[in-house]
T-cell receptor, first 116, second 109 residues
Framework: EAQVTQNPRYLITVTGKKLTVTCSQN?????MSWYRQDPGLGLRQIYYSMNVEVTDKGDVPEGYKVSRKEKRNFPLILESPSPNQTSLYFC???????????????FGDGTRLSIL | KQEVTQIPAALSVPEGENLVLNCSFTDSAIYNLQWFRQDPGKGLTSLLLIQSSQREQTSGRLNASLDKSSGRSTLYIAASQPGDSATYLCAVSGSRLTFGEGTQLTVNP
């Protein structure tokens, strides 16, 4: 089954404790992206990747890092999490360049992070 | 900077009604527009994608239209059912994918 898998689904942690949210897709998609969803602000893009070893900032990259060492994986790293990063996070993937194509993005089920 | 607005923010209708959800965007230089459905605790599911050269797309009871020059799209849902209850999001693809805040739809039996 074609899917985007995020782990963990839920995480409560404390300020400053490094964490990684993993994202894996089994569709051989080139384009992958991370979003955060907040009430009143909607979905905002954090980082995206056009292909292996190619990443770029989205609208709200501050406080986050990503890497794309393999095509299927695109982890989101919070080196020193802060309470303002408490949010619902989504990973997405699509073929080719994603938003330039006629192919829709596939989303994971989300990761709810609470930073105390 | 692209801005996407969805009206109404919430909508409650009785089962069987036909309904229209609206999406407007400020920059008409887009590649495509997508409508997504989001269920509680779940990710987004793509419903329809309209390329910038197209005027509409249909899938089952759903029909989405796009008027790029006026910066508007509508999602028409025919004969609504309780299972249609969800949040519907539109997103436009320009230099990046920009989402609206969504319309929360409740279809009452």
């Amino acid at each position: 089954e074609a899917q985007v898998t995020q782990n963990p689904r839920y995480l409560i942690t404390v300020t400053g404790k490094k964490l990684t949210v993993t994202c894996s897709q089994n569709m051989n998609h080139e384009y992958m992206s991370w979003y955060r969803q907040d009430p009143g602000l909607g979905l905002r893009q954090i980082y995206y990747s056009m292909n292996v070893e190619v990443t770029d900032k989205g609208d709200v990259p501050e406080g986050y890092k990503v890497s794309r060492k393999e095509k299927r994986n695109f982890p989101l790293i919070l080196e020193s999490p802060s309470p303002n990063q408490t949010s619902l996070y989504f990973c997405a993937s699509s073929p080719v360049t994603g938003f330039h194509s006629n192919q829709p993005q596939h989303f994971g089920d989300g990761t709810r992070l609470s930073i105390l | 900077k692209q801005e996407v607005t969805q009206i109404p923010a919430a909508l409650s209708v009785p089962e069987g009604e036909n309904l229209v959800l609206n999406c407007s965007f400020t920059d008409s230089a887009i590649y495509n527009l997508q409508w997504f459905r989001q269920d509680p605790g779940k990710g987004l599911t793509s419903l329809l994608l309209i390329q910038s050269s197209q005027r509409e797309q249909t899938s089952g009871r759903l029909n989405a239209s796009l008027d790029k020059s006026s910066g508007r799209s509508t999602l028409y849902i025919a004969a609504s059912q309780p299972g249609d209850s969800a949040t519907y999001l539109c997103a436009v693809s320009g230099s990046r994918l920009t989402f609206g805040e969504g319309t929360q739809l409740t279809v009452n039996p």
